[in-house]
């Protein structure tokens, strides 16, 4: 069955960097891309971006340009998410989110990753 | 980017009722209208798809409507597993964008 394992909860300090995982199973890793979704504390989900895994090519949403990188390894059907600098209004839910292949509805998710940002 | 309004925001309802959510984009998306369920501490499910198209393993009582700018989400008849917080999202051109969410507590 398809499934997307997050890496898990992260402490960071502001300043700092972090590298959230998502290991896709199931499927054929490089024939759907994989997006990114924040939801901060108490908040709607947010889209970051997305990125196909047959090119490696990555789209950032306005926002999450600069700071934020998407990379693959697609040896081990991995998706990675990686933030730095960090800063206090990163602390959110990251998701990564399978795009269905027929357009922009995402029909499977990681089961989140929560990044704490604090001194 | 195309903004989704949803209402209500939240909504008090009763084990059996028929709930209705409706969400507004703000220009023509076709029916590139999805609908998420998410539970506290878990990852959305995608529920319906295309505006009206079931994603397989979720229940007939959730159904969905509607083209162009507005659409709706019904559940047919409430079960106690259907008290969660429901997003639409429109896929019809990035960056996707979500409503901001309608609450179904219990009554």
């Known amino acids: 069955q398809v499934q997307l394992v997050q890496s898990g909860s992260e402490l960071k300090k502001p300043g700092a960097s972090v590298k959230v995982s998502c290991k896709s199973s199931?499927?054929?890793?490089?024939?759907?891309?994989v997006n990114w979704v924040r939801q901060a504390p108490g908040q709607g989900l947010e889209w970051m971006g997305w990125?196909?895994?047959?090119?490696?090519?990555?789209t950032y949403a306005q926002g999450f340009t600069g700071r934020f990188v998407f990379s693959l390894d697609t040896s081990v059907s991995t998706a990675y998410l990686q933030i730095r600098p960090l800063k206090a209004e990163d602390t959110a839910v990251y998701y990564c989110?399978?795009?269905?292949?027929?357009?922009?509805?995402?029909?499977?998710w990681g089961q989140g990753t929560l990044v704490t940002v604090s001194s | 980017d195309i903004q989704m309004t949803q209402s209500p925001s939240s909504l008090s309802a009763s084990v059996g009722d028929r709930v209705t959510i409706t969400c507004r984009a703000g220009?023509?998306?076709?029916?590139?209208l999805n609908w998420y369920q998410q539970k506290p501490g878990k990852a959305p499910k995608l529920l319906i798809y295309?505006?009206?198209s079931l994603q397989s393993g979720v229940p007939s009582r959730f159904s969905g409507s509607g083209s162009g700018t507005d659409f709706t989400l019904t559940i047919s008849s409430l079960q106690p597993e259907d008290f969660a917080t429901y997003y639409c999202?429109?896929?019809?051109?990035?960056?996707?964008?979500f409503g901001q969410g309608t609450k179904v507590e219990i009554k």
């Open positions: 990125i196909n895994t047959n090119t490696g090519n990555p």
């Open positions: 199931g499927y054929t890793f490089t024939s759907y891309g």
């Open positions: 295309g505006a009206s």
């Open positions: 999202q429109q896929s019809y051109t990035t960056p996707a964008t």
């Open positions: 989110a399978r795009g269905s292949g027929s357009g922009w509805d995402f029909d499977y």
């Open positions: 220009q023509s998306i076709s029916t590139y």
